[in-house]
């Protein structure tokens, strides 16, 4: 079945560092891939996202590329801060209301 | 705009108990789910839902049931409470991206 593998599952950086966190997927019919920042005991917010028509998008400190053929998107965190600290979830979407998420990436950013 | 928000906050409930989760969204969303959020985990699909009236099982629905009679609303019902069934519980709406809710964390014992 459809499937979102994300990675790494915890990631540590210092402050100032870059972070990446890579997912794969399965179904070629994806066409909108979302990034969802999650702080401790909130709820998952959008951050950034991308379709499949373009290959990287940036939004001040944070980017997403994609590769379609390779069927894998990354998600990257330039000059982290404290504040970057939380869990990120990559998704998938062919288009409709079906949304696949990855498991996580617990991303700690020491000051 | 509220966005989604979800009543109770917190729950605690005895095992058998029932109980239901609120959810409503002031978005005109027809697509509205509903997650569940294990300690360090990822997010899993209980129910989800395509308009008023229609409801469909995501990954894990057993031991749970929705309805959808308006477009806003939303609500999650527990029967028979299980210790299984601690976690917290997000509820959701959108097309493509989703907007979620502050989440009900609910403890069975």
């Known amino acids: 079945g459809e499937n979102v593998e994300q990675h790494p599952s915890t990631l540590s950086v210092q402050e100032g560092d870059s972070a990446v966190i890579k997912c794969t997927y399965s179904d070629s019919a994806s066409n909108y891939f979302p990034w969802y920042k999650q702080e401790l005991g909130k709820r998952p917010q959008l951050i950034i996202d991308i379709r499949s028509n373009v290959g990287e998008k940036k939004d001040q400190r944070i980017a997403v590329t994609l590769n379609k053929t390779a069927k894998h998107f990354s998600l990257h965190i330039t000059e982290t801060q404290p504040e970057d600290s939380a869990v990120y979830f990559c998704?998938?979407?062919?288009?409709?209301?079906?949304?696949?998420f990855g498991a996580g990436t617990r991303l700690f950013v020491k000051a | 705009n509220a966005g989604v928000t979800q009543t109770p906050k917190f729950r605690i409930l005895k095992i058998g108990q029932s109980m239901t989760l609120q959810c409503t969204q002031d978005?005109?969303?027809?697509?509205m789910y509903w997650y569940r959020q294990d300690p360090g985990m990822g997010l899993k699909l209980i129910y989800y839902s395509v308009g008023a009236g229609i409801t469909d099982k995501g990954e894990v629905p057993n031991g749970y049931n929705v309805s959808r009679s308006t477009t806003e609303d939303f609500p999650l019902r527990l029967e028979l409470a299980a210790p299984s069934q601690t976690s917290v519980y997000f509820c959701?709406?959108?097309?493509?991206?989703?907007?979620f809710g502050p989440g009900t964390r609910l403890t069975v014992l």
């Open positions: 998704a998938t979407n062919t288009g409709g209301f079906k949304t696949i």
């Open positions: 978005m005109n969303h027809n697509y």
């Open positions: 959701a709406s959108g097309y493509e991206e989703q907007f």
